[in-house]
């Protein structure tokens, strides 16, 4: 039997409100013709030859011939009548085709909502995705054979889905489907019934089925559209220029050195006033001296500085270290680390819930407020200051920094530790990324700590004989230890984190509690009144 032959697609969805002149990019190069109720759109190739003959070779293949190349360019523009009284617009690109198409112009995730309606979920081959974690990753997992989500290691609170590929149950798509915002199929269609195949295409897209086979893909997505994403800095200016900064706050957006931390400032100069957090009404106060009106603009033109002692500065966009939750309808909107992200309104109440009776669970350690320097900055002392000032202070063994390698990585214990069973882990207040990172040493540390003999023998060592684990040999009982998460923050108000590192210490807290260990969070105040001469004071001094 004669094989049908199979042409690759690559189809988008243009947006309803995208007229028919907006599609394709401005280039007097173009030709275009009417097909078949269609509109093609060619940018013809350029035979040249490759950049690497001359650039790695130099002369010496100038007089070889036949080594050229082309990349044709292609998107053909067809309206498709999807109900009875509704008429999109479709892009079917070839080659390079996808350049020929202005930005912003196609629906996001449609590829991907398509998929999510027609592949087998038994029958899975790659899925890419990016996780919110502590460290941002962006990754794919390709499996060997067919799979199951469950077979990827999806954390479906954590990690935000791209992309999938898989077989598909609907032939009429083909055997392979792959989407992201473009969907990709290979089809025996043509040009001359394109439309039918559209059709289906667009049903898929509405279809809400997916959600019984993956009822999670909701919870986050991130927002790609420039007028979305316009209409929602719009919301966060007047929550700047506004009273009440509800639910918005600063923060650092990657993880420092805190013990060589010197200050916080909004402007590089020398003389500009240094402080010891990011806060917004100081973002404000600075701002305000040059009378100019705050715009997203001027959000990533600025910039927050962070000086240390010894190390070059650092300094972030403060567009990038501004941290706010918008809600509305059924959706609330959080901008973190410089992007956008939607999230289901039933997530979001599931995860603020779980942190309010987190939060309220009074902390069985009395830790003391952190001090700060005795300089004109006011600064509170750094991290490893810190504890070393509250395990004197609370009778703590000192465990900060001190490391034991297991399987060849290094694990901090953690930061304090009490002669009533209590692991406490100290951070300064930062951004999702730094709090995670705290969550996250607080696992590996107590699942460590319950399963590993050798483990709690190298503990011992770094401890003072009055705090030791008592026969390290035998299993321990979890439930007679505590975890501690101990935030140092400037503000006054109740703790308030960004909302994925909710999300994280959620997780963080129920696979403690699987362990049977008992966790708590609890926010160091930061106490002017109280200061110290810490050795970097001392050094100004002299």
Sequence with gaps: MRREKKNKLSIYLIRKDVSADGIIVQDSGLINREINGSKIYIRPSETKRPAWISNFFGSELSGEKGIFSSVPSAALIV????????????????????????KGVFEEHFGLRVVLNVVDEKNIRVIDKTNLGALVKQTREQAGRSAETSEFGIDIEQDLIQAFTGLSIDHALGKTISGKDSLHVSVPNTFRNIDELLRLCFRYYRSIGYKTKFPWIDQIEEIREARKIEELDVQLIQRINGDKHEKLWMAIPE???????????????????????????????????????????????????????????????????????????????????????????????????????????????????????????????????????????????????????HSGSPIEICDLYSMNKEFIHVKHYGGSSVLSHLFNQGIVSAELFSSHVSYRKDMNKRIPADYQVQKPDQPINPEEYKVIFAIISSSKDALEIPFFSKVSLRNSFRRLNLYRYKVYLQKIEVDGRVQLETDKTTKKKN
Aim: aromatic share 14%.
């Design 255 to 405: 993880i420092i050195d805190w013990a060589d931390f010197d200050c916080f400032k909004y402007r590089k100069s020398e003389k500009a006033e240094k402080y010891r957090d990011l806060q917004i009404p100081d973002f404000i106060k600075e701002h305000e001296k040059y009378k100019e009106a705050f715009t997203i603009g001027l959000l990533k033109k600025y910039k927050a500085y962070c000086f240390f002692e010894t190390s070059p500065e650092k300094s972030w966009r403060i567009y990038d270290c501004i941290y706010i939750e918008i809600s509305e309808r059924d959706r609330v909107y959080t901008l973190t680390n410089g992007k956008w992200y939607q999230i289901n309104k039933d997530f979001s109440k599931d995860v603020e819930k779980e942190y309010s009776r987190i939060l309220s669970t009074k902390s069985p350690v009395s830790l003391p407020n952190c001090p700060t320097r005795r300089e004109k900055t006011a600064n509170p002392i750094i991290e490893s200051q810190y504890n070393e000032y509250a395990a004197k202070k609370g009778h703590f063994a000192l465990l900060d920094r001190k490391i034991v390698i």
């Design 79 to 102: 309206p498709v009548k999807v109900e009875t009284k509704t008429l999109r617009k479709f892009a079917i690109t070839f080659g390079a085709g996808y350049h020929l198409l202005e």
